[in-house]
């Protein structure tokens, strides 16, 4: 099998619940990477409902969706 061909993994998927968005983010800060901060808060974000969490923040859709994509630009990247 070629890489190309396997599917990309969604953690979102595996998260069913307040006590699974609490420690998968936990993890993440704990190690304290921003791209994965970045990255858990965007799997949470879609577990979640990511329109839900735009009506419930005052936040439009699609800033969520850009400021938690892989194109957002957590503080370790900034020049």
């Given at each position: ?61 699609e ?16 020049s």
């Open positions: 099998m070629k890489i190309s061909e396997m599917m990309e993994f969604d953690a979102s998927k595996y998260l069913k619940d307040e006590t699974d968005y609490r420690l998968y983010l936990a993890q993440a800060f704990e190690g304290g990477d921003p791209v994965e901060i970045q990255a858990a808060l965007g799997d949470v974000a879609k577990a979640r409902g990511m329109t839900a969490l735009a009506r419930e923040s005052g936040i439009a859709r800033a969520l969706y850009r400021a938690l994509s892989d194109k957002g630009m957590p503080s370790s990247r900034r």
